[in-house]
């Protein structure tokens, strides 16, 4: 089966043009290095919750927006040999392509995909 590596992480609001063409450049990346599918998702009804919500998870501040966001590989071994190119490739050094978001809030995870329907 497929493995996906999901994000979760806020941005600001104002910053949602700069984070779109932040996402396609790093998904022109990932694609090239073997990522089947990059999807990112703006928030749009995302509840504040009273125990736990994406909101608190990332510390979502009153001028940013979540964003929930997945890497589709057609297998774990295919991520795994990707990344480390992925993360020396100089398109997305931040000198070239700056995250127009806080970085140490940003929760990632890989998982095996066990259901896919």
Known sequence: MSYVDGFV??????????YIEHARE???VFKEYGALKMVE????DVPQ???TSFPMA???????TVVFSWLLWPNRAVRDA???KVMADPRLHPDNNPMPFDG???????FDVVVDE
């Open 41 to 44: 998702c703006w928030g749009d």
């Open 82 to 84: 990707a990344m480390p």
């Open 9 to 18: 992480l806020a941005v600001p609001t104002a910053n949602k043009q700069r």
């Open 58 to 64: 990332v510390k979502c501040q009153p001028d940013e």
């Open 49 to 51: 919750g009273e125990i």
């Open 26 to 28: 790093a998904g022109a």
């Open 104 to 110: 140490k809030r940003l929760i990632y995870g890989g």
